[in-house]
T-cell receptor, first 114, second 115 residues
């Protein structure tokens, strides 16, 4: 499986934008880039996903590098509720070994200061 | 609408006992997954059911672990002869199908403590 690399932790102030980076230099052409987050004492929740183009939804934006070897999850205005562990995950659409399941790394612990 | 539910929310058992953990997926979701989260190992995949296909059991850590999904809906994860290292939060998720761009919806988990 292609692996992802994320910083262990990041900090932000409330109402400021947050850029969470993810490196995936061995990504294959059929891998989707997914982001999930896990709030304290809860199961993970889906945030966003993309393949090649940048994506926006109500929760966040996903910026994907042109060579797809890295991506950035953007929270436009962090709130205290955004404090969570953020996971960047690759999922193979071609039926590879990662098909179906999510393979979680260590993720990035985001701390948001009031 | 109703999300993924799991029961019990907490389970304390003695070493050597068997336990059953239950997952009720979102209605209509054909794919169901089990994961576990422990302090030492992070979040790890256990097993994946997709419709009537044979499940992907590649993540089960030993033959003490098994899971079934009856009628394409409810799933039960069974751990036989529990060991202390089985202590973890067991998470269930479901999705419309296993295709990689479908989001998975997670339940709140069952916290298992083996004494």
């Amino acid at each position: 499986d292609a692996k992802t690399t994320q910083p262990n932790s990041m900090e932000s102030n409330e109402e400021e934008p947050v850029h969470l980076p993810c490196n995936h230099s061995t990504i294959s052409g059929t891998d989707y880039i997914h982001w999930y987050r896990q709030l304290p004492s809860q199961g993970p929740e889906y945030v966003i996903h993309g393949l090649t183009s940048n994506v926006n939804n109500r929760m966040a934006s996903l910026a994907i590098a042109e060579d797809r070897k890295s991506s950035t999850l953007i929270l436009h205005r962090a709130t205290l509720r955004d404090a969570a562990v953020y996971y960047c995950i690759l999922r193979d659409q071609a039926g590879g070994t990662s098909y179906g399941k999510l393979t979680f790394g260590q993720g990035t612990i985001l701390t948001v200061h009031p | 609408g109703a999300g993924v539910s799991q029961s019990p929310s907490n389970k304390v058992t003695e070493k050597g006992k068997d336990v059953e953990l239950r997952c009720d997926p979102i209605s209509g979701h054909t794919a169901l997954y089990w994961y576990r989260q422990s302090l030492g190992q992070g979040l790890e995949f256990l097993i994946y059911f997709q419709g009537n296909s044979a499940p992907d059991k590649s993540g089960l850590p030993s033959d003490r672990f098994s899971a079934e999904r009856t009628g394409g809906s409810v799933s039960t994860l069974t751990i036989q002869r529990t060991q202390q290292e089985d202590s973890a939060v067991y998470l269930c998720a479901s999705s419309h199908s296993g295709i990689p761009y479908n989001e998975q919806f997670f339940g709140p988990g069952t916290r298992l403590t083996v004494l």
